[in-house]
């Protein structure tokens, strides 16, 4: 009730704020274990890839945060578990395949860091879909977050991942490079279209 909560007031602020415009929400799988890569732009990606969506998502945070009493308590409530700065655990790792045994949805940014989309992903989320089964889906994160101006997500259908089921070193990176290469894609495109 608390995440509902909270994204219903979200969702009401950024749509106000930010004039934000979404596409390709039927894209999103209603259940089962859905795995969102999306370019990453700013600290409050994570609020704008949830907030349109009526699925919770979970988010990977670094661990400092969850040192902060009240931070940590909120966090905790919106879906986030504790990452260890400069690389993945293997708790971590067994929390996410947890979630998306339970049909969850997990927000992932495969560049690892904020940026242009101009780095190599990393190949935590591919191992994450072939491990797991989810639905890969790509998102496209356009705009500067300015107040009143125009933000806009463009949610791509699910990846094909059946190709690389056998999880050797070389069909990760050939997955991870069809993420990040149809996310670069949607990113293009969401330019190219702005309004």
């Known amino acids: 009730m608390f995440y509902e909560i909270c994204r219903s007031l979200v969702r ?4 106000v704020m930010y004039r934000l415009k979404t596409e390709g929400l039927e894209h999103i799988p209603s259940s089962g274990p859905v795995i969102l ?3 990453h732009l700013s600290n409050l ?7 349109p969506l009526n699925r919770r998502v ?23 578990f504790p990452v260890n700065r400069g690389g993945v655990s293997k708790n971590s790792i067994r929390t996410a395949l947890q979630l998306l045994s339970e ?9 690892g860091t904020r940026g242009k989309m101009s780095g190599v992903g990393k190949k935590g ?23 009143f101006r125009r933000m806009k997500i463009l949610y791509g259908p699910p990846l094909d991942m059946s190709g690389f089921a056998d999880g050797s070193s070389e069909s990760l990176e050939k997955a991870t490079d069809l993420i990040m290469s149809t ?11 702005k309004r």
């Not at 009401?12 to 749509?15: D, E, S, V, Y």
């Open 125 to 147: 989320a591919a191992s994450l879909a072939l491990k797991s089964g989810a639905a890969v889906i790509p998102v496209a994160i356009i705009g500067n977050y300015r107040p």
């Open 58 to 80: 979970h988010y990977m945070a670094k661990m400092e945060l969850f040192s902060i009493p009240v931070l940590s308590w909120l966090i905790v409530k919106l879906g986030a």
């Open 183 to 193: 996310i670069r894609h949607l990113c293009e495109y969401q330019t190219l279209t």
């Open 12 to 15: 009401g602020l950024i749509f």
């Open 37 to 39: 890569c999306s370019n």
């Open 103 to 111: 049909g969850k949805v997990l927000g992932i940014f495969p560049e």
């Open 45 to 51: 990606d994570p609020v704008f890839l949830a907030a």
